[in-house]
């Protein structure tokens, strides 16, 4: 009996676990289209800081560059899968999923600050229709949001490896289990 309470509660662990990936799927996938954005972002501000640049030019440079930004915020307000956003700034601290069968031991996920306010990527109130010093400083606060969006990446991916390989396993241990039980009401 403690075998199959411990198989059924592995059930629970593992839809906990089906629960972090999909959480994990969305935020990842959102999260490389704000990357990919960001890069986009980082040509219209190349081109804005050209010395020689009329002021109708760097207007459509910072068109296109506030229509990027706007998709940055609605990727990161839209990344969201049972209710929980985890790009958005609006959770500050860890998701625990749980690992055992016993309920004491969590996987965490970490949410990150994709939004253009937020401290990773920091982009909130940018122009770039002011002279060229300006929108070098531009280019400089979206470099370190690109590397910071790029660091926050990794961490994400490296936690959604780790939940993956703890399906795995979990999976396993459940069939495993179920042999064992299995066997012992043979003997």
Do not use: C, W
């Not at 411990?6 to 704000?34: C, E, H, N, P, W």
């Not at 839209?78 to 985890?86: L, R």
Request: charged share 20%; hydrophobic share 40%; proline share 1%.
């Amino acid at each position: 009996q403690k075998q199959r309470a411990d198989f059924s509660s592995l059930g629970a662990v593992k839809m906990s676990l089906d629960r972090a990936t999909s959480i994990t799927d969305v935020a990842l996938t959102a999260g490389q289209q704000i990357s990919d954005i960001l890069v986009q972002m980082r040509e219209k501000v190349v081109g804005a800081a050209e010395g020689s640049a009329s002021a109708q030019t760097k207007k459509a440079f910072d068109d296109e560059y506030q229509t990027l930004l706007s998709a940055v915020s609605q990727f990161s307000d839209s990344a969201e899968f049972d209710g929980v956003a985890v790009l958005n700034g609006t959770i500050t601290t860890n998701l625990n999923f749980l690992a055992n069968a016993d309920g004491d031991s969590y996987i965490r996920l970490t949410p990150q600050d994709f939004s253009i306010s937020g401290s990773i990527i920091g982009l909130a109130g940018t122009t770039l229709t002011g002279d060229v010093a300006s929108t070098q400083s531009v280019l400089a606060s979206l470099d370190v949001a690109i590397s910071n969006v790029t660091s926050a990446l990794a961490e994400m991916g490296a936690q959604s490896k780790q939940i993956e390989k703890h399906v795995t396993f979990v999976t396993k241990l459940q069939d495993v289990l179920e042999t064992g039980i299995g066997n012992l009401v043979d003997a």
